[in-house]
């Protein structure tokens, strides 16, 4: 296997989704506590990383083994059936990988203490049965609602118990300052998934995959993705306003005609190869520039 194929195998283009509410978590951690555990972020970042792979390699790998459309889907568009892969080869790096990401896990939480198993294993169930067992999550109506939380909310979450988990208080206080500075990158993060599904929509029916798009319908589903992206900007200056974030991030809304220009593009039309892509670029722009723009401020701090 080359280094190009296992990258295509492990989408590493779709690192972003994870990579920002981790940086997002630091930065919160940092400018509402003063408290960053650096080698401890470091260790959560590889399990993460590593475990955001794996489960892009078992999504691959199940969507392979359970499609019905053997030539068109199988032989052309699965990296898996288009590079000839052993499936035997991409098994045992999936749960080597998992194995790997486990073990670093079990010690962050024999430091941090018991909350990160909880939190941690809810990511994992959700990203297993993901595309796994008899009704995966990614074939139902629940993709979006399951994507979004984990990976926008749960990591930057566990990202803040980790750096302050001495003197972090689970009250609606302090979740719900969490819950609004990961709403953009949840949005964001669920829209992806939905515009994936919209423009997969007959695709996915013939494989006898009913996502959300499948019961809304293209028109509704469309408007779905407007919709929360607008939830999205109202949750960055709604985070300035309660001061849970810095004014710097409000330096973010320069970003706002590039995200206006996708999701009207996409708005017109939704075809895979030409704009899906458009749910990509939002994600990258908004998610980097929400991170960047607070990141401006903690030198100040």
């Known amino acids: ?17 994870s990579i920002f509410p981790f940086l997002l978590g630091a930065c919160y951690s940092w400018f509402n506590y003063r408290s960053v555990h650096l080698g401890l972020l470091f260790l ?40 000839h892969l ?11 990988m998992i194995v790997v990401s486990v073990a670093i896990g079990f010690g962050l939480a024999y430091v941090v203490g018991w909350p990160l198993l909880v939190m941690g294993g809810l990511c994992y169930l959700v ?3 993901y595309s796994s067992g008899p009704r995966p999550l990614s074939s139902l109506p629940l993709g979006e609602l ?22 972090f208080s689970w009250d609606a206080a302090t979740l719900g300052g969490i819950l609004l500075v990961s709403l953009p990158n949840t949005l964001w993060i669920s829209n992806l998934m939905l515009a994936n ?35 999205a900007i109202i949750a960055l200056v709604a985070a300035v306003g309660f001061k849970i974030t810095p004014w710097t991030v409000l330096l973010s809304l ?11 593009i996409f708005w017109k039309r939704q075809v895979k190869k030409e704009t899906f892509i458009c749910a990509v670029r939002i994600l990258a722009v908004g998610a980097l520039s929400q991170t960047v723009s607070f990141m401006i401020y903690i030198p100040f701090v």
Do not use: W
Request: proline share 2%; aromatic share 12%; glycine share 4%.
């Open 1 to 17: 296997m080359t280094i190009p194929v296992f990258l295509e195998l492990v989408e590493i283009k779709a690192k972003t989704a």
């Open 197 to 231: 599904n919209i423009c997969d929509l007959d695709e996915d029916e013939k494989n006898k995959r009913y996502t959300l798009v499948h019961y809304l319908g293209k028109e509704r589903s469309v408007r779905l993705f407007i919709v929360m992206n607008v939830i």
């Open 254 to 264: 320069l970003a706002l005609p590039i995200i206006i220009k996708q999701v009207s």
């Open 146 to 167: 399951f994507s979004g939380p984990t990976m926008g909310f749960m990591i930057t979450l566990i990202c803040v118990y980790i750096n302050t988990y001495q003197l």
């Open 44 to 83: 959560f970042f590889v399990a993460m990383f590593i475990f955001n792979m794996s489960v892009d390699i078992l999504d691959n790998y199940n969507d392979y083994r359970h499609a019905t459309e053997v030539h068109d889907y199988k032989q052309k568009t699965n990296i898996i059936g288009r590079e």
């Open 86 to 96: 052993s499936l035997k080869l991409v098994s045992r790096l999936m749960m080597g």
């Open 127 to 129: 990203g297993i049965f």
